[in-house]
């Protein structure tokens, strides 16, 4: 048995003995180990993770975060790796094709590693199970990379595309988790509203009822919401009048809570995550809170014969309502950062980043050379979605979620809890 | 005989033991306990091990930054302030979790009966009458698992859309389209789709051995036929029937899934209390808990059947 600092000196008990070789057995066999193992776990560097939680500032739109620069980012003649990228990412977010063009330009392989929630992906990264070279975090988890020391910073010489094509809330100054975007880039800009089936409501009368919507029992048992906390009391908040999307307010959170189970036990609300791509064409819901890109994705996934004018999107006209963007950053360990850079000026790429979105995704990126009314003339939005569609003023009357605070975290998740346990 | 070691013999096996003695061969006390090492093995590996992890997580903490579970394998670290939370979920306050405890046990209760109704028919049918069509009954019976659970729920789902293949059937004889997703009825019938095999194996396996002759003897003596399945088939099958209850009723305190696919929150299990609390950040202590709490609830179902298939074995 490894000797142990807490271990006593004087004869110990059988049952002593076994509660410690056990303990010590099961930890790695090594100093390093031991020596962590000899003090309360959660309270020192775990995974490379630091605390200090309580003393870093949540980044909001108000009070913006400029993100401490870890190391050195790679310099600009490095060259570029071949063989195979590790791209992490959410399950069908990119479009092959478009993957299959970044392939046959730089000849290299790209290898798709998908994650079901943002959670898992994060525990797989944080744990070293996964080795990416590319990775897809929600914007309240980037503060806490950078922290963990698990990203590294780009090199914008190499990322040209980032200033040339976004708009400028992306590149200068920056977006507010990460001021000077030094290690993170765009990738696709969406709100959160409320997808209808308009064979069945008009929009005049969706867009006087928006959020109430839900509540309608014209519309029992064919009403979806979505299965993300975030996402679910986020919207009733917006509903109630809160404006603070990151509320920390209990009252605020249990009136959410009360919405949701009223709609799901008086109204038959289902959670489903693809109630509104994968069922809303097919008929089975009527009103979905949706994400912009779902509901200009759903036109694929429309029974044969199924006109594209069936499907319409409300969303506040003052354009305040949840609003928010994905982000691509390359994790600190990446075996090919230099091929990571190319990857991400790729996807900024104004041809390759539309490509995506057109062709495939359904989520728009935060593009110059994207113009709402064209997007709608070309065909790429059918007209009833051209409320799905974002130009930049979203992102500065819309509100944004962001990193909540441990004890505001449970206050969400207990009620979410609540809401899972049929209230 | 050598001090700590046996010589192997069997009673009424002269002939072996007259020759083991004369060659001289004999066995170590350890020979044969010996023999249960990869079934030991096995079970510290893939069950003791994983459970002192749940144990680690549930007595854990979370990582400060990214609110990941830290399992905490030091006992003396161990702390129950998160257990004692999640009990009190279902004992105090707005007793979030006790529905859906109720809500299981009775899905539960009501889906193992049905499989036993009909479970037993079909193993009754197949072991005496289906002759030599027996195994062909018994792998159409098992076919279905060639598929996966998940897919088979999938297509449930998709049938039982309010215009599915099954409000189409009932449509020809006028019943109007009923909303089948959502409603405790889907789940209960759900669990028995997926679980009736486990109950028609094990008590095929059992009808099956019953003696004829027994069946003989009862008619013989008087019995009709209801009085002879009563009074000799039934309770000869009584093994059977606990472990065909045992093995539905088990996973399905756990199944989560059936009630994702095909039910709602309103319908929700102890296995999605769980499934819900492992995908949140901060919340896997919880998970652990909850897992805990169930092992307890099942040793009981688990420590009957124990006894009852020891009584049987003493009684044989």
Same mark, same amino acid.
């Given at each position: 048995m490894s000797a142990h600092p807490r271990q006593r000196p004087s004869a110990l008990s059988r049952r002593d003995f076994l509660r410690r070789s056990l303990g010590v057995a099961v930890a790695l066999p090594s100093a390093a180990a031991i020596l962590a193992a000899c003090s309360k776990p959660g309270t020192t560097s775990s995974g490379g993770a630091t605390t200090g939680t309580g003393a870093r500032v949540l980044a909001r739109p108000d009070d913006p975060v400029t993100l401490p620069m870890t190391q050195d980012p790679i310099p600009t003649d490095t060259p570029i790796e071949g063989g195979t990228l590790n791209v992490y990412n959410w399950d069908a977010y990119m479009y092959k094709k478009t993957l299959k063009a970044f392939e046959d330009e730089y000849g290299v392989t790209v290898e798709w590693t998908t994650f079901n929630n943002m959670e898992e992906g994060i525990q797989k990264l944080v744990a070293g199970q996964v080795e990416a070279d590319v990775f897809f975090p929600t914007t309240d988890y980037i503060a806490r990379l950078v922290e963990a020391d698990l990203m590294q910073p780009l090199n914008h010489e190499l990322i040209p595309n980032l200033a040339a094509n976004c708009w400028p809330v992306f590149n200068d100054p920056?977006?507010?988790?990460d001021l000077g975007w030094r290690y993170s880039v765009p990738y696709t800009i969406y709100t959160t509203g409320v997808a209808y089936r308009r064979d069945r409501i008009d929009d005049a009368a969706a867009a006087a009822k928006g959020y109430e919507l839900f509540f309608d029992p014209a519309f029992k048992d064919e009403v979806s919401y979505y299965d993300s906390y975030r996402d679910a009391i986020g919207m009733m908040l917006l509903r109630d009048g809160v404006t603070d999307a990151n509320s920390s307010d209990p009252a605020a959170i249990g009136k959410a809570k009360d919405a949701i189970l009223d709609m799901i036990n008086g109204n038959g609300a289902r959670l489903t995550i693809n109630g509104t791509y994968a069922k809303l064409p097919e008929g089975e819901f009527s009103v979905s809170e949706s994400w912009s890109g779902d509901i200009v994705g759903a036109k694929y996934y429309l029974?044969?014969?199924?006109?594209?004018?069936?499907l319409g999107y409300w969303y506040p006209e003052d354009k305040r309502g949840l609003v928010g963007n994905d982000t691509i950053v390359i994790p600190k360990?990446?075996?090919?950062p230099r091929l990571a850079h190319e990857f991400l000026n790729f996807f900024l790429d104004k041809h390759w980043g539309y490509q995506n979105f057109a062709d495939w995704n359904g989520y728009q990126p935060p593009f110059t050379s994207i113009v709402p009314d064209k997007l709608v003339s070309d065909g790429v939005v059918p007209s009833t979605l051209a409320s799905a569609v974002l130009d930049e003023k979203n992102f500065t009357t819309g509100y944004l979620q962001g990193e909540l605070s441990a004890d505001t975290d449970a206050l969400w998740l207990d009620a979410w809890n609540e809401i899972q346990a049929g209230g | 005989m050598a001090s700590g070691s046996q010589t192997v013999t069997r009673p009424g096996r002269r002939g072996r033991r007259d020759a083991r003695e004369r060659s001289g061969v004999s066995y170590p006390r350890w020979y044969w306990p010996s023999f249960t090492f990869p079934g030991i093995l096995w079970l510290a590996v893939l069950f003791i091990l994983p459970f002192y992890v749940v144990l680690s997580v549930a007595f854990g903490t979370v990582d400060p930054l990214f609110r990941l579970p830290l399992p905490v394998y030091q006992p003396w670290w161990w702390s129950l302030d998160t257990f004692q939370t999640t009990l009190e979920k279902f004992t105090?306050?707005?007793? &979030?979790?006790l529905d859906p405890l109720i809500r299981t046990l009775v899905y539960v209760g009501l889906s193992s009966l049905i499989c036993l109704v009909l479970g037993y028919s079909v193993a009754y049918y197949t072991a005496r009458y289906a002759g030599r069509w027996r195994w062909l009954i018994l792998v159409l019976l098992i076919s279905?698992?060639? &598929?996966s659970y998940l897919m088979r729920i999938y297509a449930w789902q998709s049938l039982l859309q309010p215009d599915g293949y099954v409000n189409d059937a009932l449509g020809v004889v006028g019943v109007t389209p009923i909303i089948w997703i959502g409603r405790p009825i889907t789940v209960v019938l759900g669990l028995v789709y997926g679980y009736i095999p486990f109950m028609i194996l094990p008590l095929f396996g059992f009808l099956d051995r019953i003696d004829q002759h027994l069946l003989e003897a009862g008619r013989d003596l008087g019995a009709g036929s209801f009085q002879t399945f009563r009074r000799v088939t039934l309770p000869l099958s009584k093994p059977g029937i606990i472990a065909g209850l045992v093995i539905v009723s088990l996973p399905m305190f756990g199944d989560y899934f059936t009630n994702n696919l095909l039910g709602s929150t309103s319908t929700s299990m102890y296995g999605n209390l769980i499934d819900s609390a492992v995908g949140q950040a901060g919340q896997g202590p919880e998970a652990g808990s909850l897992v805990l709490i169930l092992i307890v609830l099942v040793m009981i179902p688990m420590l009957y059947y124990l006894r009852s298939t020891r009584r049987s074995t003493e009684a044989a």
């Amino acid at each position: 048995m490894s000797a142990h600092p807490r271990q006593r000196p004087s004869a110990l008990s059988r049952r002593d003995f076994l509660r410690r070789s056990l303990g010590v057995a099961v930890a790695l066999p090594s100093a390093a180990a031991i020596l962590a193992a000899c003090s309360k776990p959660g309270t020192t560097s775990s995974g490379g993770a630091t605390t200090g939680t309580g003393a870093r500032v949540l980044a909001r739109p108000d009070d913006p975060v400029t993100l401490p620069m870890t190391q050195d980012p790679i310099p600009t003649d490095t060259p570029i790796e071949g063989g195979t990228l590790n791209v992490y990412n959410w399950d069908a977010y990119m479009y092959k094709k478009t993957l299959k063009a970044f392939e046959d330009e730089y000849g290299v392989t790209v290898e798709w590693t998908t994650f079901n929630n943002m959670e898992e992906g994060i525990q797989k990264l944080v744990a070293g199970q996964v080795e990416a070279d590319v990775f897809f975090p929600t914007t309240d988890y980037i503060a806490r990379l950078v922290e963990a020391d698990l990203m590294q910073p780009l090199n914008h010489e190499l990322i040209p595309n980032l200033a040339a094509n976004c708009w400028p809330v992306f590149n200068d100054p920056g977006p507010y988790y990460d001021l000077g975007w030094r290690y993170s880039v765009p990738y696709t800009i969406y709100t959160t509203g409320v997808a209808y089936r308009r064979d069945r409501i008009d929009d005049a009368a969706a867009a006087a009822k928006g959020y109430e919507l839900f509540f309608d029992p014209a519309f029992k048992d064919e009403v979806s919401y979505y299965d993300s906390y975030r996402d679910a009391i986020g919207m009733m908040l917006l509903r109630d009048g809160v404006t603070d999307a990151n509320s920390s307010d209990p009252a605020a959170i249990g009136k959410a809570k009360d919405a949701i189970l009223d709609m799901i036990n008086g109204n038959g609300a289902r959670l489903t995550i693809n109630g509104t791509y994968a069922k809303l064409p097919e008929g089975e819901f009527s009103v979905s809170e949706s994400w912009s890109g779902d509901i200009v994705g759903a036109k694929y996934y429309l029974p044969k014969g199924t006109p594209e004018d069936v499907l319409g999107y409300w969303y506040p006209e003052d354009k305040r309502g949840l609003v928010g963007n994905d982000t691509i950053v390359i994790p600190k360990a990446a075996p090919k950062p230099r091929l990571a850079h190319e990857f991400l000026n790729f996807f900024l790429d104004k041809h390759w980043g539309y490509q995506n979105f057109a062709d495939w995704n359904g989520y728009q990126p935060p593009f110059t050379s994207i113009v709402p009314d064209k997007l709608v003339s070309d065909g790429v939005v059918p007209s009833t979605l051209a409320s799905a569609v974002l130009d930049e003023k979203n992102f500065t009357t819309g509100y944004l979620q962001g990193e909540l605070s441990a004890d505001t975290d449970a206050l969400w998740l207990d009620a979410w809890n609540e809401i899972q346990a049929g209230g | 005989m050598a001090s700590g070691s046996q010589t192997v013999t069997r009673p009424g096996r002269r002939g072996r033991r007259d020759a083991r003695e004369r060659s001289g061969v004999s066995y170590p006390r350890w020979y044969w306990p010996s023999f249960t090492f990869p079934g030991i093995l096995w079970l510290a590996v893939l069950f003791i091990l994983p459970f002192y992890v749940v144990l680690s997580v549930a007595f854990g903490t979370v990582d400060p930054l990214f609110r990941l579970p830290l399992p905490v394998y030091q006992p003396w670290w161990w702390s129950l302030d998160t257990f004692q939370t999640t009990l009190e979920k279902f004992t105090s306050g707005d007793r &979030i979790y006790l529905d859906p405890l109720i809500r299981t046990l009775v899905y539960v209760g009501l889906s193992s009966l049905i499989c036993l109704v009909l479970g037993y028919s079909v193993a009754y049918y197949t072991a005496r009458y289906a002759g030599r069509w027996r195994w062909l009954i018994l792998v159409l019976l098992i076919s279905p698992f060639w &598929i996966s659970y998940l897919m088979r729920i999938y297509a449930w789902q998709s049938l039982l859309q309010p215009d599915g293949y099954v409000n189409d059937a009932l449509g020809v004889v006028g019943v109007t389209p009923i909303i089948w997703i959502g409603r405790p009825i889907t789940v209960v019938l759900g669990l028995v789709y997926g679980y009736i095999p486990f109950m028609i194996l094990p008590l095929f396996g059992f009808l099956d051995r019953i003696d004829q002759h027994l069946l003989e003897a009862g008619r013989d003596l008087g019995a009709g036929s209801f009085q002879t399945f009563r009074r000799v088939t039934l309770p000869l099958s009584k093994p059977g029937i606990i472990a065909g209850l045992v093995i539905v009723s088990l996973p399905m305190f756990g199944d989560y899934f059936t009630n994702n696919l095909l039910g709602s929150t309103s319908t929700s299990m102890y296995g999605n209390l769980i499934d819900s609390a492992v995908g949140q950040a901060g919340q896997g202590p919880e998970a652990g808990s909850l897992v805990l709490i169930l092992i307890v609830l099942v040793m009981i179902p688990m420590l009957y059947y124990l006894r009852s298939t020891r009584r049987s074995t003493e009684a044989a």
